[in-house]
């Protein structure tokens, strides 16, 4: 009688771990496995503002990516076009979560970006002068993002930047921020 309990005890310890190591092999977020790029579309520049704003970020680890985002104009408004035509911005993101790249996070970014300035020329009949002006400007953001079991993102950001190295600057700050749509692959 104590062989087959000491059997059975064995044989229920043994299935017991087997079902442990099994659980942990499998992970909770399969989208995460060996996924490490993501592709997204600012839906929110696009319908506000008839920007387009897609955006790769690289996912270094569960805890930081990096990445590179482009906006251009798609229409020719004075109104939008006076404060930005086109931008590339790079930036690096910290998530602050127990799971891998997702969660809230803060992020540090850099942008070049282009606008037109409006300048009243006095000289002569006087008229107005556009010009492009071209800027870069250092900011902060934070946001969340959330990711589908498919692999799916949406994200929700809002930042401010500040224009440096410029005095002729009409200018002085910048926005990030948008809701954004992708994919993780």
């Known amino acids: 009688m104590k062989k087959i309990t000491l059997f059975v005890c064995l044989l229920v310890s043994g299935i017991t771990l087997a079902q442990e190591k099994t659980a942990e092999e499998t992970p909770e977020f399969p989208q995460d496995v060996n996924k490490k790029h993501e592709v997204k579309i600012n839906g929110v520049s696009l319908l506000a503002f008839e920007w387009l ?10 805890e930081s990516s990096f990445g590179l985002a482009a906006l ?57 002068r556009q010009e492009d002006q071209t800027d870069f400007a250092v900011g902060i953001s934070a946001g969340g993002k959330f990711i589908t079991k498919r692999g799916f993102t949406t994200e929700i950001y809002l930042g401010i930047g500040r224009n440096i190295g410029g005095d002729n600057s009409s200018i002085e700050a910048v926005g990030r921020g948008g809701i954004s749509l992708g994919y993780r692959f």
């Open 53 to 62: 704003d897609i955006s790769y970020e690289y996912l270094i680890n569960e």
């Open 72 to 128: 251009i104009t798609l229409n020719d408004s004075e109104e939008f076009n006076n404060y930005r035509k086109s931008s590339l911005t790079p930036f690096y993101r910290r998530y602050f979560s127990n799971q891998y790249a997702r969660g809230f996070f803060v992020e540090g970014f850099g942008m070049l970006h282009t606008y037109e300035s409006e300048t009243y020329d006095y000289n002569g009949n006087g008229y107005y």
